[in-house]
């Protein structure tokens, strides 16, 4: 509901079925990733999700990307909740 006609639109990226839980971890390995396609401009191949409807969030292999921004959230067990918005560097052309 918060993403409305464009949740089919956002990009999806998972990482709990790559490394697992790693509870108040999450974040820290969520932003290294959101990092790495920022810089790659590519996002990983999500595994073992399927039957999302209305969002892209099911299984699909690595993928190229245009990004500026990524949004990154995580929760834990215990109410460690976070969210950071990484923004592509465009150095100086000199």
Same mark, same amino acid.
């Given at each position: ?25 999450? *974040? +820290? /390995?969520?932003?290294?990733?959101? $990092? ?6 590519? !996002?990983?191949?999500? &595994?073992? =999700?399927? *039957? +999302? /409807?209305?969002?892209?969030?099911? $299984? ?6 245009? !990004?500026?921004?990524? &949004?990154? =959230?995580?929760? +834990? ?5 976070? $969210? ?11």
């Amino acid at each position: 509901a918060t993403l409305g006609d464009r949740g089919a639109e956002v990009r999806i990226v998972t990482t709990v079925p790559f490394v697992g839980s790693l509870s108040s971890g999450n *974040g +820290a /390995v969520a932003v290294a990733i959101a $990092a790495k396609c920022l810089g790659e401009q590519k !996002l990983p191949a999500r &595994l073992n =999700t399927r *039957g +999302a /409807v209305g969002l892209d969030a099911n $299984a699909c292999p690595a993928r190229d990307a245009t !990004l500026r921004h990524v &949004l990154v =959230t995580t929760t +834990a067990q215990g109410g460690q909740n976070a $969210a950071v918005v990484l923004k592509r560097y465009e150095g100086s052309s000199r």
